[in-house]
C-alpha cells in the first residue's frame, strides 16, 4: 500500500492542532519551555539502556548534540501556530532517515517516545491550573508525539529496505569481482615467493634466513582467508598439507651436502607450488560459479536466487495480462546411469540436458538446477496452452537428441515433466509444490511424459 503524501500529512497534522484551544497549546509550549532539558534526558537515557544504541550515543554525545536537538525538536513540535507544517513533516522525515542511517532500532525510538509521553503528562497533572483541562493537554502531546513517530517510522522503513537492498547488491558485486582478482593476485603473490626463494638459494643465504611459504604474503593470505571461506573443499587439506611439507622438509634438505639431493628438494618446490596453483583455482572457480548463483557443473543458475525470482515474477504478474509456468524437469531413471556408466558419464549427461533446456528457453526465462537431476524452468508471459506445448516439445527434444555419456557410448535419456501455471497466489511456495505435484504423477505414470496441474 502507497503511504500517505505530503500534503495528506500536513492536512491531518494541521487538522490535529485545530482541535485544541490556543490556551492549552500556549500553557504546554511554555512546559515545554521550562522543561526541555529534563524530557530530552527522559528520551535519551531509555536509548542508553539499549547496548547497541549505547555504543554510539555516549553520554558526552548525548549532552553536546543531541539533547540540544532533541530540545530543539520538541519547541518546534509544541509551538503554538505552526507557521510551515510542511517542512514539520520534512523534519520528521528526516530524522527517521537519520536513525536507520545509524542503525537505531525503530522500537527503541518508539520506546523512547512513550517515556517522553510519560514525562509530559507528569508536568501536565501537576503543573496545569483548573480552567487547563489536564486531559485535553494530554490528548494534544500524546496525537503530536504519535504523528512524528508515523512520519518518522515510515520514512525509517524505506531508508533501511534501501539500505538492505544496497548492501545485497554490493555484496554481490565485491564477490563475483573479487574472486577474478584475487586469483591473479595470489598467483603473483606465490611465484614471488618462489623467485625471492630462487634467489636466496643462489646467493647461498642461511637456512633459517629462506623465506617460509606459510610466513609469505601468499601464505597469509591461504592461512587467514582462504582456508576459512573454503573451509570442508576437499583441495584445502591437500594444500596446506603440500604448504607444510614445502616448510618443514623440502627448505631444510635445500642446505643438504649432496647436491643431488639439494636438485630434488628445488624440484619438489616447485612442484609443490604448481599443485597448489592448481587445486587453488579449482577452488576459486568452484567459488565464483557460486557466488555468482550458478551451479558449477552445468553453469545453470543455482537455487540461491531463486527466492528473488519468483517473487519478482509474481510481482510482474500482478501488473500483466500475462502468467508465468513453473516447470519442474526430472531425468528419468538416473541412478541406473551412473551406476552403469559411472559418474562422470552421469555428470555429461546433466550438462547435455542443461544445454537442451537453456537452448530451448528464451531470454526472459530463467532455468535453474534444483539439485541432483532436477532442474526448474520459470517460464515467463505464457499461457496454459503455451506452457503445455513448451513442456512437450522439451520432452521431445531430450528424447531425440543422444548423448554423449563417455567417448564411446551414446545413451537415450528421457525427462518427466511436471508444469503449472501461476494462479496469483502471492506465495510462491504454493506453485512449486504444485508443479512438485505434477511431477510426481508424470513419473508415477510412466515417466517420459509431462503433466499439467
Ligand atoms: N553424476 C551425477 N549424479 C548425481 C549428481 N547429483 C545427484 N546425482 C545422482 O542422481 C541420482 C538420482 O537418483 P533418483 O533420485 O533415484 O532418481 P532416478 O534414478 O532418476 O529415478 P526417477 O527420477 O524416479 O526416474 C542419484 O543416484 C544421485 O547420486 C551429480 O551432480 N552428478
Same mark, same amino acid.
Given at each position: 500500500?502507497?503511504?500517505?503524501?505530503?500534503?495528506?500529512?500536513?492536512?491531518?497534522? !494541521?487538522?490535529?492542532?485545530?482541535?485544541?484551544?490556543?490556551?492549552?497549546?500556549?500553557?504546554?509550549?511554555?512546559? =515545554?519551555? =521550562? #522543561?526541555?532539558?529534563? @524530557? *530530552?534526558?527522559? @528520551?535519551?537515557?531509555?536509548?542508553?539502556?539499549?547496548?547497541?544504541?549505547?555504543?554510539?550515543?555516549?553520554?558526552?554525545?548525548?549532552?553536546?548534540?543531541?539533547?540540544?536537538?532533541?530540545?530543539?525538536?520538541?519547541?518546534?513540535?509544541?509551538? =503554538?501556530? #505552526?507557521?510551515?507544517?510542511?517542512?514539520?513533516?520534512?523534519?520528521q522525515?528526516?530524522?527517521?532517515?537519520?536513525?536507520?542511517?545509524?542503525?537505531?532500532?525503530?522500537?527503541?525510538?518508539?520506546?523512547?517516545?512513550? +517515556?517522553?509521553?510519560?514525562?509530559?503528562?507528569?508536568?501536565?497533572?501537576?503543573?496545569?491550573?483548573?480552567?487547563?483541562?489536564?486531559?485535553n493537554?494530554?490528548?494534544?502531546?500524546?496525537? %503530536?508525539?504519535?504523528?512524528?513517530?508515523?512520519?518518522?517510522? #515510515?520514512?525509517?522503513?524505506? *531508508?533501511s529496505?534501501?539500505?538492505?537492498?544496497?548492501?545485497?547488491?554490493?555484496?554481490?558485486?565485491?564477490?563475483t +569481482?573479487?574472486? /577474478?582478482?584475487?586469483?591473479?593476485?595470489?598467483?603473483?603473490?606465490?611465484?614471488?615467493?618462489?623467485?625471492?626463494?630462487?634467489?636466496?638459494?643462489?646467493?647461498? !643465504?642461511?637456512?633459517?634466513?629462506?623465506?617460509?611459504?606459510?610466513?609469505?604474503?601468499?601464505g597469509?593470505?591461504? @592461512?587467514?582467508?582462504?582456508?576459512?571461506?573454503f573451509?570442508?573443499?576437499?583441495?584445502?587439506?591437500?594444500?596446506?598439507?603440500?604448504?607444510?611439507?614445502?616448510?618443514?622438509?623440502?627448505?631444510?634438505?635445500?642446505?643438504?651436502?649432496d647436491?643431488?639431493?639439494?636438485?630434488?628438494?628445488?624440484?619438489?618446490?616447485?612442484?609443490?607450488?604448481?599443485?597448489?596453483?592448481?587445486?587453488?583455482?579449482?577452488?576459486?572457480?568452484?567459488?565464483?560459479?557460486?557466488?555468482?548463483?550458478?551451479? &558449477?557443473?552445468?553453469?545453470?543458475?543455482?537455487?540461491?536466487?531463486?527466492?528473488?525470482?519468483?517473487?519478482?515474477?509474481?510481482?510482474?504478474?500482478?501488473?500483466?495480462?500475462?502468467?508465468?509456468?513453473?516447470?519442474?524437469?526430472?531425468?528419468?531413471?538416473?541412478?541406473?546411469?551412473?551406476?552403469? %556408466?559411472?559418474?562422470?558419464?552421469?555428470?555429461?549427461?546433466?550438462?547435455?540436458?542443461?544445454?537442451?533446456?537453456?537452448?530451448?528457453?528464451?531470454?526472459?526465462?530463467? =532455468?535453474?538446477?534444483?539439485?541432483?537431476?532436477?532442474?526448474?524452468?520459470?517460464?515467463v508471459?505464457?499461457?496454459?496452452?503455451?506452457?503445455?506445448? @513448451?513442456?512437450?516439445?522439451?520432452? !521431445? &527434444?531430450?528424447?531425440?537428441?543422444?548423448?554423449?555419456?563417455?567417448?564411446?557410448?551414446?545413451?537415450n535419456?528421457?525427462?518427466?515433466?511436471?508444469?503449472?501455471?501461476?494462479? /496469483?497466489?502471492?506465495?510462491?511456495?504454493?506453485?512449486?509444490?504444485?508443479?512438485?505435484?505434477?511431477?510426481? +504423477?508424470?513419473?508415477?505414470?510412466?515417466r517420459?511424459?509431462?503433466v499439467?496441474?
Amino acid at each position: 500500500m502507497r503511504y500517505k503524501d505530503k500534503y495528506q500529512l500536513v492536512a491531518e497534522w !494541521q487538522a490535529l492542532q485545530a482541535r485544541t484551544s490556543v490556551p492549552i497549546r500556549q500553557a504546554v509550549a511554555a512546559l =515545554v519551555d =521550562v #522543561h526541555a532539558v529534563d @524530557f *530530552a534526558d527522559r @528520551f535519551y537515557s531509555v536509548m542508553l539502556e539499549d547496548p547497541h544504541a549505547s555504543l554510539f550515543l555516549s553520554n558526552d554525545q548525548v549532552k553536546q548534540r543531541l539533547n540540544p536537538s532533541m530540545q530543539r525538536w520538541l519547541k518546534a513540535m509544541f509551538t =503554538v501556530e #505552526h507557521a510551515d507544517f510542511e517542512a514539520l513533516v520534512e523534519q520528521q522525515e528526516k530524522v527517521g532517515q537519520v536513525h536507520a542511517r545509524i542503525d537505531i532500532p525503530i522500537n527503541l525510538v518508539l520506546n523512547g517516545a512513550r +517515556q517522553l509521553k510519560q514525562a509530559f503528562y507528569e508536568q501536565i497533572n501537576t503543573a496545569f491550573k483548573s480552567h487547563l483541562s489536564p486531559g485535553n493537554a494530554s490528548v494534544y502531546v500524546s496525537d %503530536h508525539i504519535d504523528m512524528a513517530m508515523e512520519i518518522m517510522s #515510515h520514512a525509517y522503513s524505506v *531508508a533501511s529496505d534501501r539500505n538492505a537492498r544496497t548492501e545485497e547488491a554490493y555484496k554481490l558485486f565485491s564477490l563475483t +569481482q573479487s574472486i /577474478g582478482d584475487e586469483r591473479e593476485r595470489q598467483r603473483s603473490a606465490l611465484l614471488n615467493w618462489e623467485n625471492e626463494l630462487m634467489f636466496a638459494v643462489a646467493a647461498q !643465504q642461511d637456512i633459517a634466513t629462506l623465506p617460509r611459504l606459510s610466513n609469505s604474503d601468499f601464505g597469509l593470505w591461504y @592461512f587467514h582467508k582462504a582456508c576459512h571461506a573454503f573451509e570442508g573443499a576437499p583441495e584445502i587439506v591437500t594444500i596446506s598439507r603440500h604448504i607444510q611439507r614445502v616448510d618443514r622438509e623440502w627448505l631444510d634438505a635445500l642446505q643438504h651436502e649432496d647436491i643431488s639431493q639439494r636438485l630434488k628438494a628445488l624440484g619438489e618446490i616447485r612442484d609443490a607450488a604448481r599443485t597448489v596453483l592448481m587445486l587453488l583455482d579449482d577452488v576459486l572457480e568452484r567459488a565464483s560459479g557460486l557466488d555468482a548463483g550458478r551451479d &558449477s557443473l552445468t553453469r545453470l543458475l543455482n537455487r540461491k536466487f531463486l527466492s528473488v525470482v519468483l517473487s519478482r515474477e509474481i510481482e510482474i504478474a500482478r501488473h500483466s495480462e500475462h502468467s508465468f509456468a513453473l516447470l519442474m524437469v526430472d531425468i528419468d531413471h538416473f541412478k541406473s546411469i551412473n551406476d552403469t %556408466h559411472g559418474h562422470d558419464a552421469g555428470d555429461n549427461v546433466l550438462q547435455q540436458v542443461a544445454s537442451i533446456l537453456d537452448r530451448s528457453t528464451r531470454g526472459g526465462d530463467y =532455468v535453474f538446477r534444483m539439485g541432483g537431476e532436477e532442474f526448474l524452468i520459470v517460464l515467463v508471459n505464457t499461457d496454459h496452452d503455451g506452457c503445455r506445448l @513448451f513442456a512437450e516439445r522439451l520432452r !521431445q &527434444s531430450v528424447a531425440k537428441e543422444p548423448m554423449l555419456a563417455a567417448a564411446d557410448t551414446l545413451l537415450n535419456v528421457t525427462i518427466s515433466v511436471g508444469v503449472t501455471l501461476h494462479d /496469483g497466489h502471492p506465495d510462491y511456495n504454493n506453485s512449486l509444490q504444485r508443479a512438485d505435484k505434477a511431477l510426481y +504423477q508424470a513419473k508415477r505414470s510412466g515417466r517420459n511424459r509431462v503433466v499439467v496441474q
